[in-house]
């Protein structure tokens, strides 16, 4: 799929050319799951997967909508009507795009004409939707030349998907989208949206970063990330600080005791432990250490998996059987309750790696999950 392909789309659908087609990668975590809902720090990269949208302006006030996804359906809606709420299915994601700019004061009354084509995965813990309103963010930008800078764009998208499509998610997807450099990890802080590219190059290395999308999503996955979210902010307010970011790694233990029970001390020792480690991996990065990296995933997954509770047997089947083929280390990737994996193995194991996570697969009898390396 091409911009050329996008553009082709573009015409099939409308009967007229577009005036550009905007790209934004999917992401995949190395390490930093559930920080960003904490103001904490994250590690994303870009995926090679894009989503394009081709798009053109109009000047009667709609908004119409299609993608490849959800072929020969155009939604057509006013921009003056948007409204959270007001918009159901996937349109939500970049309608509330265009209603967050509207209500920042940029000025896209005239509309515009939007056709989506995507390679990234959907619902695969790999930021699909981060894509597409990033996309769509910067065709609106490009169209009617708004000039936010890129984090203003993240943090509009972000808007879009809190506040009109209605999921509660933190900054990173789309900072990730709007921000990732090839060849680097965005070590982000989310509280302030600082970040730093900290060059990131298995093949280099001798290493490959290998992500597994296991193919199924719980659906339990939605309320449960709510329910740790204000379980997080909850603790916070307990421990007396704005969020569980502002605990540090050596605090850690005098903050466990001053909690009232299991559940809230297993949230905070995932946060606060779990910031840690991306600042361990930052420092492994910088320091050109990058197969002390595996053990820190590994790690991460057991803290996501035993404390946080938000993975599933596929995920940690996938890390049991690459870790057991010999990976430096591995971990879920994204919020867990499905969607995929990420795997850190010497370049010499990781055909048996490759090997061995679809024949555990099999012998669970689950459908064969989908591998790739990155970045590719
Ligand atoms: P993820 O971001 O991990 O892929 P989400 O549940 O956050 O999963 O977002 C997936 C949703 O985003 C889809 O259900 C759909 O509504 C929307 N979406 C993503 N990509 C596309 C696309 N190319 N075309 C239409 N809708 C899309
Ligand atoms: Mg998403």
């Given at each position: 799929m091409s911009a050329a392909e996008a553009a082709a789309g573009f015409a099939a659908v409308y009967g007229t050319a577009c005036e550009g087609v905007w790209e934004a990668p999917g992401r995949v975590n190395l390490i930093g799951e559930y920080t960003d809902v904490n103001d904490g720090f994250v590690l994303p990269m870009a995926l090679p997967h894009r989503t394009r949208v081709a798009a053109a302006a109009r000047t009667d006030g709609l908004l119409r909508l299609h993608s490849a996804a959800?072929?020969?359906?155009?939604?057509?809606?006013?921009?003056?009507?948007?409204?959270?709420?007001?918009?159901?299915?996937?349109?939500?994601?970049?309608?509330?795009?265009?209603?967050?700019?509207?209500?920042?004061?940029?000025?896209?009354?005239?509309?515009?004409?939007?056709?989506?084509?995507?390679e990234v995965p959907v619902g695969a813990g790999l930021s699909s939707s981060a894509a597409l309103e990033v996309a769509t963010a910067l065709a609106l930008d490009g169209l009617y030349g708004l000039g936010p800078a890129?984090?203003?764009?993240?943090?509009?998208?972000?808007?879009?998907?809190?506040?009109?499509?209605?999921?509660?998610?933190?900054?990173?997807?789309?900072?990730?989208?709007?921000?990732?450099?090839?060849?680097?990890?965005?070590?982000?802080?989310?509280?302030?949206?600082?970040w730093r590219q900290i060059p990131f190059d298995p093949a280099a290395w001798g290493l490959r970063l290998l992500v597994v999308d296991t193919?199924?999503?719980?659906?339990?996955?939605?309320?449960?990330?709510?329910?740790?979210?204000?379980?997080?902010?909850?603790?916070?307010?307990?421990?007396?600080?704005?969020?569980?970011?502002?605990?540090?790694?050596?605090?850690?233990?005098?903050?466990?005791?001053?909690?009232?029970?299991?559940?809230?001390?297993?949230?905070?020792?995932?946060?606060?432990?779990?910031?840690?480690?991306?600042?361990?991996?930052?420092?492994?990065?910088?320091?050109?250490?990058?197969?002390?990296?595996?053990?820190?995933?590994?790690?991460?997954?057991?803290?996501?998996?035993?404390?946080?509770?938000?993975?599933?047997?596929?995920?940690?089947?996938?890390?049991?059987?690459?870790?057991?083929?010999g990976a430096l280390g591995a971990r879920m990737t994204g919020a867990g309750f499905g969607g995929s994996a990420v795997v850190l193995a010497e370049e010499a194991d990781a055909e048996a790696v490759e090997k061995a996570v679809p024949a555990a697969f099999e012998a669970a009898g689950l459908r064969a999950p989908r591998i790739f390396a990155v970045p590719g």
């Open positions: 959800a072929p020969g359906t155009v939604s057509e809606l006013a921009v003056a009507d948007l409204a959270p709420g007001a918009v159901p299915g996937w349109a939500a994601y970049p309608a509330g795009v265009v209603w967050a700019l509207r209500e920042a004061g940029h000025d896209v009354s005239g509309g515009a004409d939007l056709h989506v084509e995507s890129r984090p203003e764009l993240a943090r509009l998208a972000q808007r879009a998907e809190n506040a009109f499509v209605g999921v509660p998610c933190g900054i990173m997807d789309q900072m990730a989208s709007a921000c990732c450099t090839e060849g680097h990890v965005l070590h982000l802080d989310t509280r302030d949206l600082s193919g199924v999503k719980h659906e339990v996955g939605d309320g449960e990330y709510a329910r740790r979210r204000e379980g997080c902010e909850a603790a916070a307010r307990a421990l007396g600080v704005r969020a569980l970011r502002d605990i540090a790694y050596e605090e850690l233990d005098a903050a466990l005791a001053r909690l009232p029970g299991p559940g809230a001390r297993a949230l905070v020792r995932h946060v606060v432990g779990e910031n840690h480690r991306v600042e361990q991996v930052a420092a492994l990065l910088d320091a050109g250490d990058p197969r002390l990296v595996g053990p820190l995933l590994t790690a991460g997954h057991a803290s996501l998996r035993d404390d946080f509770a938000v993975s599933c047997a596929e995920l940690d089947l996938v890390v049991a059987a690459a870790c057991g083929a």
